[in-house]
């Protein structure tokens, strides 16, 4: 009944309103939008309560999922005028199997948190591996933020059913006092725990382990490789020292084999030196802002040269230097992304690269016409639960 209420409302803002009349509808938006939230952590804590929640175990991407995550909330904490940063560690698996959507209500609760609490300042959202074997991967998430900070007296009482820090938070931010009870129980159910501590200086640091299965693959299955792309061997043509650091540990950290190149000449010799060599690279990526030149033109050379041609290219440029599809494939361009380019998108083209050349099952990745989402990496509450 809820979501019929909310699709009409949705429906009704639609049409022609009175100011007046279009004030009193978002409010009646906002409102269910609130009291469907109540609704449904009282009916996960009653299901948990009974033991009839289960814990689904499913393949899914972990970026993709990171990803969407950063840009729901992103918008939320801009609208406080607070900082919102995603710091991702290179290792990270992008393929695990697990709840995806039992993870994404444990950090929407957090993050949820983190904005209501905080009135100035940042919030940060740190992923890591805390723990791996050949099956599994133990990852750890934590939530930072400098809001308003959690006495020891109220910690030790957070995470139980309809508890607050204090009356005070209850009549200021509303909520159930149940989120965070429900993080508990779900992030245990995953196998993993849950805590908050202090930060250094101000506001709270919430954090929650989960254990994860691997991806299972087939290794009879046709194409099979080890990881989607391991072997790899890619080639960065980047000016700027840190982005090439930063792809090369990526491109690491999925098993791919990774080479530099500082400008677009020496990038050039070095594609052309590997083609007359007899182990041309599979891969380059080529940053569209160089001196003297532009990774467009430089793609239309490669792709020029009879021994180099049969290297995908996959050319990295921000949105306002961007070229058209027609522009891409005159110059032998496989796939574009705009900067920041999401690691996601990222791995999808040098997995349909990889694709190509073995044969292998992998996402086929689209052109990215809008800025995509950035990511800061190696960075150094009277709450309620919602």
């Excluded at 840190?242 to 594609?271: H, T, V």
């Amino acid at each position: 009944p809820m979501n019929g209420v909310l699709g009409m409302t949705e429906m009704l803002l639609a049409t022609a309103l009175t100011e007046a009349q279009r004030n009193y509808t978002t409010l009646v938006k906002r409102s269910g939008e609130h009291l469907l939230v109540i609704i449904n952590d009282i009916l996960d804590f009653s299901k948990i309560e009974a033991g009839k929640l289960a814990i689904e175990y499913i393949n899914f991407n972990l970026w993709d999922l990171l990803d969407d995550i950063h840009n729901v909330y992103t918008p939320q904490a801009a609208g406080k005028g607070i900082g919102f940063d995603f710091d991702i560690a290179n290792d990270i698996p992008v393929a695990i199997c697990g709840d995806p959507n039992r993870l994404r209500q444990i950090m929407a609760n957090l993050l949820g948190n983190a904005i209501k609490f905080t009135e100035q300042g940042r919030i940060l959202a740190r992923v890591r591996v805390a723990g791996e074997d050949t099956q599994s991967v133990m990852l750890r998430f934590e939530v930072h933020d400098t809001g308003i900070g959690i006495s020891r007296e109220a910690r030790t009482r957070l995470f139980e059913a309809f508890s607050q820090a204090d009356d005070s938070t209850t009549r200021r931010y509303g909520g159930t006092g149940l989120g965070l009870a429900i993080s508990k129980q779900l992030v245990e159910l995953m196998g993993g725990a849950i805590g908050v501590d202090n930060a250094p200086k101000q506001g709270s640091i919430f954090w929650f382990t989960v254990s994860f299965d691997k991806r299972r693959v087939d290794p009879d299955a046709p194409g099979h490789r080890q990881s989607g792309l391991e072997g790899l061997r890619v080639l960065v043509i980047d000016e700027q020292e840190k982005s090439r650091e930063d792809l090369a540990q990526q491109l690491q950290a999925w098993r791919a084999g990774a080479d530099s190149a500082a400008s677009a000449a020496a990038g050039y010799e070095r594609l052309l030196s590997a083609a007359r060599a007899g182990r041309p690279y599979d891969a380059a990526v080529l940053d569209m802002e160089l001196t003297h030149t532009s990774g467009l033109a430089l793609a239309a050379s490669i792709k020029a040269d009879a021994g180099a041609r049969a290297t995908h290219l996959v050319l990295v440029s921000p949105e306002r230097l961007a070229a058209d599809p027609v522009q891409r494939r005159a110059a032998g361009v496989a796939y574009q992304l705009v900067k920041p380019a999401r690691a996601a998108d990222l791995y999808a083209c040098l997995a349909a690269c990889a694709a190509r050349l073995y044969g292998a099952a992998a996402p086929a990745p689209a052109f990215v016409p809008a800025p995509a989402v950035g990511r800061r990496r190696d960075e150094g509450r009277g709450r309620g639960g919602g």
